[in-house]
């Protein structure tokens, strides 16, 4: 087998939020990936970076009081430190904010104009009234204009997939203000996707086994048939104020976050190269013989198979090898949830003391190469876990290595077992390649069942001979001997098949048995005669079920019901220090008396001197606006309220404070005892709208 050059990606994490479980089925499954290509021999680079620019960043600084420099900066360290703990191993984890990704937007920029492929001109764009601001499309949000979903952003459907110019929602509002944006001109700069050598290019490249099965198909709903014009032309640039690179030659526009991020990934591999002395030409020009793999979430196919491959080629840079799509994670059958615990970020399951390796495992048991989300059920996955690495792998080797340390001052059988080996176990030592296509086609599932039925086989290869018998009796030294030299031998397979999904644990495992880091070609040959192994130590403990308590507990917010009203007291009632709420009885007359409207959060800001108040504008629709003083300041982010719909009690009388007068009360829920830190606000299902009466 000749060694292959491979550059494999994953999708930039945006540099405005924490990495969570959902994010790291990609990364873990593409770690698996790259760590069995370079056990294989082969040249394989993995990179990535952190997608640094756009207005989120811009308004996150902005309210934190720093740069976007020194926010990227840090959340760059933030999810280093993230992937470092889950065992994902980049060779270069970078910055879009970059000299290199500059130099290639521009240079891409310029080529696409060269061949007419940009085009300018005059678009209708919303515009916030109250911020002053042109809205990018993700701070636009309204009814998907293919499928009628409520709540989607500006530039694609998260329900259906579609992507649209933002002017296409209906019933659009800003989600910076809550406002009704205004539509203004402003000249645009647009990829012109629609050309009929993108149309002609991407009908042929998707049909080129460049995509999964599903995902090919996907795209021939979006392309259309021949003679069909259904793509449409992709804007590309954002008027200023943006944090970003400044589209050349058009001052006070900027290239949209969405071009220059994937251009990231050459951004890194040229860094890279810088640093490791490789020829970024080899590997980008359009007759390059090296591969190159994206691995994505299904939500981003869009950009990444029609947009990305079409500017490449008309750009002269190579396309693509492969895009690998994949599907979404659930927890215990269901959405991760805050409420439930099951929202779980990165650092939280760490600092839970949780192996890193125990998710691991159970990620690539579920993956099968295709676009099927994932469910991580957290019942199972304890006991899968603890079945399959602990009580059938590790199993192996402690029922062995006690008696090789003992009994044969640590060292295996003077002679060859490989007989014995063929005779009892043949199919183990046959296995990688069966094994190595399952990783390949990144079926870790299949690969993961296999190894388990293996050593399922081993473990009856134990129950069968029964070396703790054989130390018992008189003259079967020898034999005892050639048991437990099988059953390191056996182990040390199981370890190598592992050991892309496992690394920490093979580490641990190869230095028990004293061995250089195992490689795929070592699957070939059993131990020397007389081997020499070191003192067994507990590789991995198994998960107790009141560590997944503790975790849910560290991830879970109350929803016990309490108001957040306009004033810092919340009107909850205790009972003589027992934190027990008043259970008086209201008839269905007074529960009339209130007025309980849907409102949009139009503006909320931190108030001045006040430790526990936020002040909200609320629009409820044709009853105009409200300002209520809500003592939510601990639990939420004012920027993030706003454009959120909530509850508010409509009719309760005004009362002044020294801030200003609270005009109402939104509703909230909290834990028990009523602490800030556990409040939740209401909101209502999709469809509502502001001023619609609660009943």
């Given at each position: ?47 990535c970076a ?9 308004l ?20 280093l ?56 499309d ?13 709540d989607?952003?500006g ?10 110019a ?36 991407l ?12 995902a ?25 104020p ?60 869009y ?11 008309h ?9 690998f ?21 990165a ?32 019942d ?130 190869e ?25 067994y ?11 997944i ?41 007074d ?69 200003g ?13 009523g ?21």
């Open positions: 087998m000749s060694a292959r050059q491979i550059l494999v990606t994953s999708a930039l994490p945006y540099a405005n939020g924490a990495i969570h479980l959902g994010h790291l089925v990609e990364y873990i499954q593409t770690d698996i990936w790259v760590r069995f290509q370079k056990m294989r021999g082969h040249e394989c680079w993995y990179v952190d997608d640094t620019h756009g207005t989120p960043i811009m996150r600084a902005e309210k934190e009081g720093i740069t976007p420099e020194q926010l990227i900066a840090r959340v760059h360290g933030e999810h430190s993230d992937f470092k703990g889950f065992l994902v191993a980049f060779d270069n984890y970078y910055s879009t904010h970059s000299d290199e990704t500059r130099g290639y937007s521009e240079d891409i920029y310029r080529k696409l104009q060269a061949t007419g492929l940009i085009e300018v001109r005059a678009v209708e764009q919303f515009y916030d009234p109250v911020k002053q601001m042109f809205l990018p993700r701070f636009i949000k309204g009814e998907c204009p293919k499928c009628g979903a409520k989607q952003y530039d694609s459907c998260e329900a259906c997939g579609a992507a649209y933002p002017t296409e929602l209906k019933n659009p509002y800003s989600a910076v203000s809550g406002a009704t944006p205004e539509l203004k001109h402003s000249d645009h700069y647009f990829f012109k996707l629609s050309d009929p050598r993108c149309q002609r290019f009908r042929a490249w998707t049909r080129r086994g460049h995509l999964q099965p599903e090919a198909n996907k795209l021939a709903e979006w392309l259309g048939g021949e003679g069909e014009s259904r793509l449409t032309d992709w804007d590309i640039s954002r008027d200023a943006y944090f970003g690179f400044e589209i050349p030659g058009a001052p006070g526009k900027y290239f949209y976050v969405w071009l220059d991020a994937p251009i990231g990934y050459m951004g890194s591999f040229k860094n890279l190269c810088t640093k490791r002395g490789l020829n970024f030409d080899d590997w980008w020009k359009p007759d390059s013989k090296a591969e190159l793999y994206h691995f994505i979430g299904k939500d981003i196919l950009f990444h198979a029609l947009f990305w491959p079409a500017e490449l080629q750009a002269g840079y190579r396309t693509p090898t492969n895009v799509a994949h599907g979404f994670l659930t927890v215990d059958g269901a959405k991760m949830s805050k409420s439930r615990g099951t929202f779980i970020t650092a939280s399951y760490l600092e839970q003391g949780l192996n890193p390796e125990w998710l691991r495992y159970y990620f690539a048991a579920k993956l099968n190469g295709t676009m099927e989300d994932i469910d991580l059920n957290l199972d996955f304890v006991s899968r876990v603890n079945s399959d690495l602990v009580g059938k792998y590790i199993n192996i080797a402690s029922r062995a290595a006690g008696f090789i340390a003992n009994r044969f001052a640590g060292k295996l059988l003077d002679e060859s077992c490989h007989d014995r080996f063929m005779a009892s176990l043949p199919e183990l030592l046959l296995a990688a390649e069966e094994i190595a296509d399952g990783y390949e086609q990144r079926d870790y599932g299949r690969a993961i069942r296999r190894i388990m039925a293996f050593a399922d086989l081993v473990n009856q290869y134990v129950d069968h001979h029964q070396p703790w018998k054989l130390a018992k009796q008189g003259g079967q030294e020898r034999e005892l001997h050639a048991v437990c030299t099988v059953l390191i031998n056996a182990f040390r397979l199981l370890t190598l098949y592992l050991k892309p999904v496992c690394p920490q644990l093979a580490r641990r495992a230095e028990f048995l004293n061995l250089a880091p195992l490689h795929w070609r070592d699957a070939a040959h059993l131990l020397p005669p007389g081997h020499a192994i070191n003192p130590e507990h590789l991995m403990s198994r998960i107790e079920p009141k560590q308590e503790a975790l849910l507990a560290a991830n879970r917010e109350s929803l016990a019901p309490a108001p957040a009203e306009h004033s810092p007291q919340r009107h909850a009632q205790h009972q003589s220090g027992e934190g027990k709420r008043a259970v008086e009885q209201i008839g269905s007359d529960f009339a008396k209130v007025d309980l409207r849907i409102a949009r959060i139009a503006a909320a800001a931190h108030v001045e001197g006040a430790e526990k108040l936020l002040r909200l504008t609320l629009d409820l629709g044709p009853l105009g606006t409200r300002q209520v003083f809500a003592g939510i300041k601990a639990a939420y982010d004012p920027a993030a309220l706003v454009g959120r719909l909530t509850v508010m009690v409509a009719n309760l009388a005004p009362r002044k404070m020294k801030f007068v609270s005009d109402g009360m939104v509703l909230a829920a909290s834990d028990p005892e602490k800030t830190g556990g409040l939740y606000l209401l909101s209502p299902d999709s469809g509502a709208t502001p001023g619609m009466q609660v009943k």
